[in-house]
């Protein structure tokens, strides 16, 4: 599926944070890692992914949500997938992160705090994990600053390891970009090209460009990192698409990255599904779970109008949404909102409702959406294609979901889910437009959905003939279960 290029390394800069320690070695063949073995079980390879609680720039940067998704998620999700290991593990020494890690199926390594200082290398704790681990032969260090890292990535690393001998396999990307010397202030000197004649300044697509490290992921055996190395040996580059090598450093790279992991990121093995219904729950997610009471015993509430306009994009665009609620809301306060949507209240098994909605629309469970808060929610989020909860649903909510919004139930979650869904359409379209593949029109009222590339979610909301973007043509729904 991925395009990538892989070659010896005969020169490579020390990986970020890790001290010199000169040049690589040549090793000699060992027993370690099944070299030098007869017919024996392949060796164990395991990924690590460090973690440390400490980070200085971004507070728990590794369980920051990026596009509704702990940071930390995206590679573990990429790594369990991929098969290529016996063990996935998370390195860490916050209590937080290790829940999270637990959540999405990983082992969890308790560093000790010798290694989770500020000074600690990424070595230093990697050396820690493998004299608690005798049973691990080598270790794919991934980063967890890496949301664009996909299996396919992995499993061809691990085939360089175990079929083709290397004893090191470092992750590279290609860049075009012009080196000059740099110059200290206050010296009288000139700077010199460095990678370029600037009387024959090449056209990009006349050269080749330059490898660099991006610090996705370092593979090694375990007697190389025993001698303090993550490279040496026989050692290979692999060369990633540009579009996935993101690494996230600073909170200024987390909207560039949020955008980027969208169109680009790993969403899981789920096949693509177009969403047909999206059900919500009222309490907490419609409104922001607040009852007023009248003096005449009458129920008052309060929605904001940006969940409306999410609701109404949504039927724009051809999918049901639905409402419901285990308590007795009013049915005449919630008419009152005016927004045209079937609902069910009192329900005390949501689960039976939302399946009997199913069958009556003929789909699958994938073609539903659900946004829930509570853990009356919890079976309905762990079914349905798509899920997600608001910034401050119950835990239980939180941790069946695939999205997690920034908005609070009642403050904007739906809409917000709401484009969730228009995002992940536009990374559809653009798997189709790749492939070149056509979906299905279908017709709902007198609008024709058909793909569109330069569709946007904000065209919806014109219903003129000809407006930008629009011409009574938008994309179908569709979404990736995380």
Known sequence: MDSVEKGAATSVSNPRGRPSRGRPPKLQRNSRGGQGRGVEKPPHLAAL???????????????????????????????????????????????????????????????????????????????????????????????????????????????????????????????????????QKG????????NLNPAKRPRRQDWDGELYENGSFYFAKRHLIEMGYLQGGKMAYYEMRAEHSVDIDVDIDWPIAEQRVLRYGYFGKEKLKEIKLLVCNI???????????????KEIISYDVKDAIGISLLKKSGIEVRLISERACSKQTLSSLKLDCK????????????????????????????????????ECLKRVGLSGAPADACSTA????????KCNGGRG????????????????SHLYSRFQLQPPCRRTSNI???????????????????????????????????
Request: negative net charge.
């Open 398 to 405: 939180q941790k069946a979901v695939g999205y997690i919004c």
């Open 448 to 482: 024709i959905f058909n793909p569109n590339p330069q569709f946007h979610p904000s065209a919806l909301a014109s219903q003129k003939s000809g407006s930008p973007g629009m011409s009574h043509c938008t994309q179908p729904i569709l979404c990736i279960k995380p």
């Open 49 to 183: 992914i460090l973690a440390r609680g400490g980070s200085k720039g971004i507070p728990l940067k590794n369980i920051k949500h990026l596009a509704g998704v702990p940071l930390i998620g995206w590679v573990l999700r990429a790594a369990l997938d991929s098969g290529a290991f016996q063990s996935v593990w998370v390195s860490t020494d916050h209590d937080e992160i290790e829940n999270v890690a637990k959540q999405f199926g990983a082992q969890v390594h308790r560093r000790s705090s010798e290694v989770s200082k500020d000074s600690s290398t990424s070595l230093d704790a990697i050396i820690e994990f493998l004299n608690y681990h005798n049973e691990v032969d080598i270790v794919g260090n991934i980063q967890a600053t890496s949301p664009c890292l996909h299996p396919t990535d992995l499993q061809k690393v691990a085939e360089m390891i175990r079929e083709e001998g290397y004893d090191s396999v470092f992750s590279v990307v290609r860049r075009h970009q012009f080196r000059w010397s740099e110059i």
């Open 343 to 378: 609902m069910e209240v009192s329900i005390s098994d949501k689960l039976a409702v939302v399946d009997e909605w199913r069958k009556e629309m003929g789909l699958c469970w994938k073609e539903v959406a659900y946004l829930g808060n509570e853990v009356s929610d919890e």
């Open 283 to 297: 309490d907490g997610c419609l409104t922001n779970g607040h009852i007023y009471v009248s003096g005449d015993q």
């Open 187 to 194: 010296v009288r000197e000139v700077t010199e090209p460095l």
């Open 413 to 428: 979650a739906i809409r917000e889910f709401a484009e969730h869904i228009f995002l992940l359409m536009e990374k559809v």
